[in-house]
Nanobody, 124 residues
Framework: QVQLVESGGGLVQAGGSLRLSCAASGRTSNTYVMAWFRQAPGKEREFVAGISRSGSNTYYADSVKGRFTISRDNAKNTVYLQMNTLKPEDTAVYYC?????????????????WGQGTQVTVSS
């Protein structure tokens, strides 16, 4: 079992930055494929970014490519999402996920473990 706890969300103006963190604990948590998803009100949960077990491969949704960066520190069992040049359409609850078999996984159903989410609100 793996437990995931997100932090770092908040309210920011358009053009600003935030860094989300996801602390993982439990059985061999640092060997899992990890990802960030987000869900806006009335919308389905969508893939934002993913990272391989070693951290050498990263994947992004087209909507955030060039603005967001996913990274991980396996010694600290933590995954990060650096979000720059934020837009109002980035407003959502952001979720950390773990446990997919493939690092290219983009569907929520491919991930076994989820955090509780952290709210990100971008004002115009």
């Amino acid at each position: 079992q793996v437990q995931l706890v997100e932090s770092g969300g908040g309210l920011v103006q358009a053009g600003g930055s935030l860094r989300l963190s996801c602390a993982a604990s439990g059985r061999t948590s640092n060997t899992y494929v990890m990802a960030w998803f987000r869900q806006a009100p009335g919308k389905e949960r969508e893939f934002v970014a993913g990272i391989s077990r070693s951290g050498s491969n990263t994947y992004y949704a087209d909507s955030v490519k060039g603005r967001f960066t996913i990274s991980r520190d396996n010694a600290k069992n933590t995954v990060y999402l650096q979000m720059n040049t934020l837009k109002p359409e980035d407003t959502a609850v952001y979720y950390c996920a773990a446990g997919a078999y493939y690092s290219t996984a983009r569907r929520p159903s491919e991930y076994n473990y989820w955090g509780q989410g952290t709210q990100v609100t971008v004002s115009s």
